[in-house]
């Protein structure tokens, strides 16, 4: 069973540029959350998708924006780059029903703004 | 307002003992802790999960423990190996819709097992 694939690896990018990055849930796994991991702030929750609707939503600017598609496979979209933009940005599957399911993370995006 | 919080930045462990990650949380709705361990510039990797009306999950060397009236849990890896060597997340959601994630992490343990 394949996992959570997320492309590309490593980006780098201008200070005022877009970004659009992909992800590929776990066949079957129809929810996708976005998380941005950077050495000072840690693992911090971005959006979760459900059924090509955004269902949670973490405390970041109108910049970071997603959707997510009728396969389940999920993009995020930052405008506008800023330096402090940089950081290793993580995607999460899971069923996205019932009690106790399980994310399951993504190898990540390594996204660096100059 | 850190709602996870895992104290220990860091726990050296020699090879065959038990290693013990405790951490705590602050929010009551939290009904559903996760463990990850994690390498650099790699995605967490799960490791095991608890339920809030558990308060014992094990899955071969590892053991999560939950203390809701304390807001603490903790993992146990007994045998500590080599390969277990790794930053080790606690992570806490919130099931205010069923099956939704929002998981809140804490800042990580980095566990160095010696030989």
């Known amino acids: 069973k394949a996992g959570v694939t997320q492309t590309p690896r490593y980006l780098i990018k201008t200070r005022g540029q877009q970004v659009t990055l992909s992800c590929s849930p776990i066949?079957?796994?129809?929810?996708v959350s976005w998380y941005q991991q950077t050495p000072g702030q840690g693992l911090q929750f971005l959006f979760e998708?459900?059924?090509?609707?955004?269902?949670n939503k973490g405390n970041f600017p109108g910049r970071f924006s997603g959707r997510q598609f009728s396969n389940s496979r999920s993009e995020m979209n930052v405008s506008t780059l800023e330096l402090g933009d940089s950081a290793l940005y993580l995607c999460a599957s899971s069923l996205g029903q019932g009690m106790n399911t399980e994310a399951f993370f993504g190898q990540g995006t390594r996204l660096t703004v100059v | 307002d850190q709602q996870v919080k895992q104290n220990s930045p860091s726990l050296s462990v020699q090879e065959g003992r038990i290693s013990i990650l405790n951490c705590d949380y602050t929010n009551s709705m939290f009904d559903y802790f996760l463990w990850y361990k994690k390498y650099p510039a790699e995605g967490p990797t799960f490791l095991i999960s608890i339920s809030s009306i558990k308060d014992k999950n094990e899955d071969g060397r590892f053991t999560v423990f939950l203390n809701k009236s304390a807001k603490h849990l903790s993992l146990h890896i007994v045998p500590s190996q080599p390969g277990d060597s790794a930053v080790y997340f606690c992570a806490a959601n919130a099931f205010l819709i069923q099956g939704a994630q929002k998981l809140v992490f804490g800042q990580g343990t980095r566990l160095t097992i010696n030989p």
């Open positions: 066949s079957g796994h129809r929810s």
């Open positions: 998708y459900f059924s090509e609707t955004q269902r």
